[in-house]
């Protein structure tokens, strides 16, 4: 398995609900990153890992939780989402945290909060 | 705030037909990358221009990056179906790749 893989592919949730996304990077990158996408917004920047170190909060809410156990995985905990947080959120990594270095993202999580 | 803004937001096309989408903003970029997304799947990325003026070719697709590095252009020649897809622009706003600005993308539809 090659890129950057992301489970699960569809998620639908409930406010009340506390779920996790997973994202996993096989490229051997040392950058990883949270992007959300909504049908009305730019990609948005959520958080940036290098080598599991937090770079980058972009204003995230609390409800938000990232986690990077290592330079090849990255989590994502949600827990009491509002129905406005329904979107895809992709993650994606990069060799470093260089403007040359290509972002590669992975499918995505499509989220519904219901 | 820097912003890009890409038109046109929706283009629908037919099969052979030639097409040119754009980026613009009023901040400048150190870098600008142009990716393509599939429905269901995540971007990819096509090309990175940094240079003022610079102009790159993959395929029948044809890159240029405003010499004021403000705007750029994606030009395609003889689109094709498997041209479909969401194209976004990204401008790198310093030598960080973590803060790249997105654009809110073109949808192309190429009919055959």
């Known amino acids: 398995e090659t890129g950057v893989t992301q489970t699960p592919r569809h998620l639908v949730m409930g406010m009340t609900n506390k779920k996790s996304l997973k994202c996993e990077q096989h490229?051997?990158?040392?950058?990883m990153y949270w992007y959300k996408q909504s049908a009305k917004k730019p990609l948005e920047l959520m958080f940036v890992?290098?080598?599991?170190?937090?770079?980058e909060n972009n204003s995230v809410p609390s409800r938000f939780s990232p986690e990077c156990p290592n330079s090849s995985h990255l989590f994502l905990h949600l827990h009491t989402l509002q129905p406005e947080d329904s979107a895809l959120y992709l993650c994606?990594?990069?060799?470093?945290?260089?403007?040359?270095?290509?972002?590669?993202f992975g499918n995505g999580t499509r989220l519904t909060v219901t | 705030t820097q912003l890009l803004e890409q038109s046109p937001q929706f283009l629908s096309i037919q099969e052979g037909e030639n097409l040119t989408v754009y980026c613009n903003s009023s901040s400048v970029f150190s870098s600008l990358q142009w990716y393509r997304q599939e429905p269901g799947e995540g971007p990819v990325l096509l090309v990175t221009v940094v240079t003022g003026g610079e102009v790159k070719k993959l395929k029948r697709l044809t890159f240029q990056f405003g010499d004021a590095r403000k705007d750029s252009s994606l030009h395609i020649t003889a689109a094709q179906p498997g041209d479909t897809g969401l194209y976004l622009c990204a401008g790198a706003r310093d030598n960080y790749g973590q803060n790249f600005v997105f654009g809110p993308g073109t949808r192309l539809s190429v009919l055959p």
């Open positions: 490229l051997g990158h040392n950058a």
């Open positions: 994606a990594s990069s060799q470093d945290l260089g403007e040359y270095s290509p972002l590669h």
């Open positions: 890992y290098n080598f599991k170190e937090q770079t």
